[in-house]
C-alpha cells in the first residue's frame, strides 16, 4: 500500500505544466486517485524556489477532500559561492561579445537562453567561430541524445553546455564553475535556480548576465519596475 507521494521540484507544476508539459497538472488528479484508494497517504511536494504563486496554486490543487490545506516548511538562504556580473551591451554588438565571453568562461559552464530558437541562434554563432566543444540541450532534445549529453557531461567529457531551463531539473554536478545567462530569465526565482547550479562543491563559481535593451523590452517585469531597481 502506497503510504507516501513524492514530488520534487514541483514549482513546475505552475510554470511548466501550462504550455510545455500539460501532464505535470495531472498529477495532483493522479495522487488524488491514490488517497481515494489508501487508508492515509502522505504528499510531499519538494523545491527550492516556491513563490507565492506557486504556493497557491499547489494548496489547491492538492489540499485534501476533506478541505484540509497544505503546510509549506521553507528553509533558504542565500549562497556564498556565486559571483554576479552583469553586461549591458548594444544589440548590434551582443553576438561578438558573447563569443568573447564564451572563449574565457571558466569551464565546466552552462550557457542558458529561455527558447529553443536562442540556443539555436547562439550555437549557430558558436560554430560560425569555429567552436565545437559545446552541446545543446533543451526540450526539443530527443530522449536519446538526453541520455548521452548527461552521462558524458557527469564524466567530464563535455565542458559546455547551451541550453534552456530543461536542463538541469534533477542534474547534480558539483564542479560547474560558470552559469551564464544570455537571455533575462522569465524571473527571478529561475535565474536563482539556474545559477545555484554552480558551485556545488562549494568552490567558487562565476554567474554572469549578458543582455541588451531587446532583452529589457521583451521582459514586462523588468520593464515595469525599471532597469536599476530589476538589478
Excluded: C
Amino acid at each position: 500500500t502506497i503510504r507516501n507521494f513524492f514530488i520534487d521540484e514541483a514549482h513546475i507544476i505552475g510554470e511548466w505544466g501550462d504550455s510545455f508539459r500539460p501532464a505535470f497538472q495531472d498529477l495532483a488528479v493522479f495522487r488524488n486517485a491514490l488517497q481515494s484508494s489508501n487508508y492515509y497517504l502522505r504528499t510531499f511536494l519538494l523545491s527550492a524556489t516556491i513563490n507565492n504563486y506557486n504556493a497557491s496554486l499547489l494548496s489547491e490543487m492538492f489540499s485534501d477532500q476533506d478541505g484540509q490545506g497544505v503546510d509549506f516548511f521553507a528553509y533558504n538562504f542565500m549562497r556564498e559561492e556565486p559571483q554576479y556580473f552583469q553586461y549591458k551591451v548594444e544589440n548590434s554588438e551582443k553576438f561578438d561579445v558573447f563569443i568573447e565571453f564564451f572563449r574565457h568562461l571558466p569551464r565546466p559552464a552552462i550557457i542558458y537562453a529561455n527558447t529553443p530558437k536562442e540556443v539555436e541562434k547562439y550555437s549557430l554563432a558558436l560554430q560560425e567561430n569555429g567552436h565545437k566543444s559545446f552541446r545543446i540541450f533543451t526540450g526539443k532534445t530527443i530522449s536519446e541524445d538526453r541520455e548521452e549529453i548527461l552521462a558524458a557531461w557527469s564524466r567530464d567529457e563535455i565542458q559546455v553546455i547551451v541550453a534552456t531551463s530543461a536542463f538541469g531539473v534533477g542534474v547534480d554536478k558539483p564542479n560547474v564553475r560558470a552559469v551564464m545567462h544570455v537571455s533575462i530569465p522569465e524571473s527571478f526565482d529561475r535565474f536563482y535556480q539556474e545559477v545555484g547550479r554552480g558551485g556545488r562543491d562549494g568552490l567558487s563559481t562565476t554567474s554572469v548576465i549578458l543582455y541588451s535593451e531587446d532583452d529589457l523590452y521583451r521582459n514586462p517585469d523588468i520593464k515595469k519596475m525599471g532597469e536599476d531597481k530589476a538589478w
